[in-house]
């Protein structure tokens, strides 16, 4: 299993390279757990789900803490058949999932974001998850958006997009339980992500 | 069929709010051939692939050409089972691409690319192409990438994705035709696009 993101961090405003780079600081606890390489565009972070959703989250937090409108992208994945398996992304909770029925799995999903830590950001998220390489798609879609809505996270349903809100804390693991529990567990899954902080423009 | 995207335009300057407003001008020539809808967060333009992406490529151009560093984001997607069909969608292109083999639809694809109009603008891509609802979806994967690496766009493979390189028209027409030509006429298929002009960071 290999399982990394892409992410980019786009602060609004002139000073957007020290805000950028102040912000990695949050980065610093997970340096020894994740395989971190920087270019022009992106970020590629590759590791086990715990470390990686927690990256971003902080990442993402520490700018959103600073005054100015701030947005990130990431580009989620696992199990892409294209890349290398990577004994350092083994996950337990994506292991134990093969085994539960959709309920289980949603539940499990749900008490997962009702005991996430609260940070004390409140953030705005818009993502879509997409489950690869298989006949009926949309039946895991449908189960997640069930588990979305009863997420305490769920602000509403777009055009090829979930609205999530709330807590950075909360929504940052409503997203690594879609991310997990849906889907074959040996499957390919992606999700596409943008989270906004300190927007100008009223929800 | 139903076509569309969720766009977000990110000037990273404390302006942003000005290059934004003034590079919707570029969307008026296409407002009669798109329903386009605005949120916090994107901006939601449903149609055909012609004016699709004729719009979302002018919408960049346009915020590429002032000064400051410019990203985009943007979700594509055709055929999603979860929307309703929509006859302002329907793409001759697409109904076409059915009947065509995979070196066919490439030769088709790179035509297209190299008589793509040059707008006089260089951007830089990221994108990742996702064919879902069918067993063997990297056939198709592997089929659109081997069309990126002869588009003359192409600039490297990054875990995850594919970048692109080169001026504006090039490198939007490689992606409506990575959207179009790959994966079954009538299956759903979405792309996540980063699209990046005026980076500090050399590439």
């Known amino acids: 299993m290999f399982i990394g993101a892409q992410v980019s961090l786009y602060p609004m405003t002139s000073d957007f390279v020290d805000v950028i780079m102040s912000s990695l600081g ?40 600073q005054p ?11 199990g892409c058949p294209g890349e290398p398996d990577d004994p350092t992304c083994r996950c337990e909770t994506l292991t134990r999932a093969q085994g539960l029925s959709l309920s289980e799995r949603q539940a ?15 953030i705005d998220v818009q993502f879509s998850l997409y489950v690869l390489g298989q006949d009926r798609h949309m039946d895991e879609i449908y ?16 055009n090829f997009c979930t609205r999530l809100q709330g807590d950075a804390g909360a929504v940052f693991e409503t997203l690594r339980q879609a991310f997990l529990r849906f889907g074959p567990a040996e499957g390919h899954v992606t999700i596409d992500m943008t989270a906004s902080a300190n927007s100008p423009i009223a929800r």
Do not use: W
């Open 26 to 65: 949050a980065l610093d606890p997970y340096r020894d757990k994740l395989r971190i390489e920087t270019d022009d565009i992106s970020t590629l972070m590759v590791g086990a789900p715990e470390p990686l959703f927690d990256a971003v989250r902080d990442l993402f937090a520490r700018a959103a803490r």
């Open 68 to 78: 100015d409108h701030v947005t990130m992208h990431v580009t989620f994945s696992r």
């Open 108 to 122: 499990e999903a749900q008490e997962a974001v009702r005991t996430a830590p609260a940070l004390g950001v409140a």
């Open 143 to 158: 189960g997640c958006i069930d588990f979305l809505k009863n997420s305490g996270t769920f602000l509403r349903s777009k």
